[in-house]
């Protein structure tokens, strides 16, 4: 009972991380196109300033759920997939040190640079969560011993390169509804043109994906043993469907929320596709790493679960209260006092 009420949060953890940080992957992505001036890089960056580092803490959480529920899926998976995650982590490092730095110097080739870094370390990201989800989906060439029997070729099938196009696509119809609510005028109008042109891309992405996998993965197995399960894939339609109509009504904030929702149940149904399997073996499924065979005994389990009952409300509240204190319309002229990115 307690792997399994681990296994739900887990999944969640990674559910709410992509749909948080997945719209600054986006507006990261979309920062060369939309930011035609410094002004639009501007207020596209500072649209996501106050909110990229509290959203990474849901990663850094899921993380550590890993590590301390599960050490063994933890350990497997980082000397597995070592090469792709510290990709990843490059990539975010990149990231988090271009936003601290474009505004350090008055030179307009010094933002040029970290504006490159930016976008590198947005973009990359998208793609390799896309890529890393596809192949726990999919499985991985671990042996008995949980070592890795291949190489970076492995991870990159078609199957795992879709689901990469299928989170940038998601991300970045994410971050142009999110720069929509932050901004106004001319760069909120293309915000939402983008956010209208990749709305049928991001479906037509994640279509295919889930054809894709009724044949490349098992995920389908548990819902049509449990067939209620399918109320996750169909909140998901709904909410991707939601997305449009209030795209369409210029609703943003009922928008943004529904494509949030839509890319948390998305993973979701992916990961409650996997159980009680935490990584997959390619070569023999007796070899799969699961929440039975990894987990931390019940003791470490249980104080875990109390700790995070009492902790995640908070976190959830701090996070609560940063968006609505900070999620409000930006002038460009309120970003010159020195204090913004």
Same mark, same amino acid.
């Given at each position: 009972?307690?792997?399994?009420?681990?296994?739900?949060?887990?999944?969640?953890?990674?559910?709410?991380?992509?749909?948080?940080?997945?719209?600054?992957?986006?507006?990261?992505?979309? +920062?060369?196109?939309?930011?035609?001036?410094?002004?639009?890089?501007?207020?596209?960056?500072?649209?996501?300033?106050?909110?990229?580092?509290?959203?990474?803490?849901?990663?850094?959480?899921?993380?550590?759920?890993?590590?301390?529920?599960?050490?063994?899926?933890?350990?497997?998976?980082?000397?597995?997939?070592?090469?792709? +995650?510290?990709?990843?982590?490059?990539?975010?490092?990149?990231?988090?040190?271009?936003?601290?730095?474009?505004?350090?110097?008055?030179?307009?080739? %010094?933002?040029?640079?970290?504006?490159?870094?930016?976008?590198?370390?947005?973009?990359? #990201?998208?793609?390799?969560?896309?890529?890393?989800?596809?192949?726990?989906?999919?499985?991985? #060439?671990?042996?008995?011993?949980?070592?890795?029997?291949?190489?970076?070729?492995?991870?990159?099938?078609?199957?795992?390169?879709?689901?990469?196009?299928?989170?940038?696509?998601?991300?970045?119809?994410?971050?142009?509804?999110?720069?929509?609510?932050?901004?106004?005028?001319?760069?909120?109008?293309?915000?939402?043109?983008?956010?209208?042109?990749?709305?049928?891309?991001?479906?037509?992405?994640?279509?295919?994906?889930?054809?894709?996998?009724?044949?490349?993965?098992?995920?389908?197995?548990?819902?049509?043993?449990?067939?209620?399960?399918?109320?996750?894939?169909?909140?998901?339609?709904?909410?991707?469907?939601?997305?449009?109509?209030?795209?369409?009504?210029?609703?943003? %904030?009922?928008?943004?929320?529904?494509?949030?929702?839509?890319?948390?149940?998305?993973?979701?149904?992916?990961?409650?596709?996997?159980?009680?399997?935490?990584?997959?073996?390619?070569?023999?499924?007796?070899?799969?790493?699961?929440?039975?065979?990894?987990?931390?005994?019940? +003791?470490?389990?249980?104080?875990?679960?109390?700790?995070?009952?009492?902790?995640?409300?908070?976190?959830?509240?701090?996070?609560? %209260?940063?968006?609505?204190?900070?999620?409000?319309?930006?002038?460009?002229?309120?970003?010159?006092?020195?204090?913004?990115?």
């Amino acid at each position: 009972m307690l792997e399994t009420t681990w296994f739900i949060l887990w999944g969640l953890l990674w559910a709410i991380y992509l749909a948080s940080d997945g719209f600054d992957f986006g507006l990261g992505t979309l +920062l060369p196109f939309l930011g035609r001036s410094e002004g639009d890089r501007k207020l596209i960056v500072n649209s996501m300033g106050p909110f990229w580092d509290g959203n990474e803490v849901w990663l850094v959480t899921a993380g550590g759920v890993t590590f301390a529920a599960f050490p063994r899926t933890y350990a497997t998976m980082f000397s597995a997939m070592y090469i792709p +995650l510290m990709l990843l982590l490059f990539a975010l490092i990149f990231r988090g040190v271009a936003f601290e730095f474009r505004a350090k110097v008055d030179s307009a080739r %010094w933002r040029r640079i970290w504006d490159g870094c930016l976008f590198v370390g947005s973009a990359a #990201p998208a793609v390799l969560l896309g890529v890393f989800f596809a192949n726990l989906f999919a499985g991985i #060439p671990i042996d008995a011993q949980g070592v890795l029997q291949g190489g970076l070729i492995d991870f990159l099938h078609p199957y795992a390169l879709l689901g990469g196009v299928l989170f940038l696509t998601l991300f970045i119809v994410h971050g142009a509804l999110w720069l929509a609510i932050m901004v106004e005028g001319d760069l909120l109008e293309r915000a939402l043109h983008v956010a209208r042109t990749f709305w049928p891309a991001s479906i037509i992405t994640v279509v295919l994906f889930l054809l894709t996998s009724t044949y490349r993965t098992d995920l389908f197995t548990n819902y049509l043993n449990h067939p209620w399960l399918f109320l996750i894939l169909v909140f998901a339609v709904a909410a991707f469907i939601m997305t449009r109509v209030f795209l369409a009504r210029r609703s943003l %904030w009922p928008a943004f929320t529904a494509s949030a929702l839509a890319i948390g149940s998305t993973a979701l149904f992916g990961v409650v596709g996997m159980f009680p399997n935490t990584l997959i073996s390619s070569i023999n499924p007796m070899y799969n790493v699961t929440a039975f065979n990894s987990a931390s005994s019940a +003791l470490t389990l249980k104080i875990m679960l109390g700790i995070a009952l009492a902790v995640l409300p908070v976190v959830i509240g701090y996070q609560g %209260w940063v968006y609505y204190r900070f999620g409000r319309k930006l002038k460009l002229e309120e970003l010159e006092d020195g204090h913004s990115y």
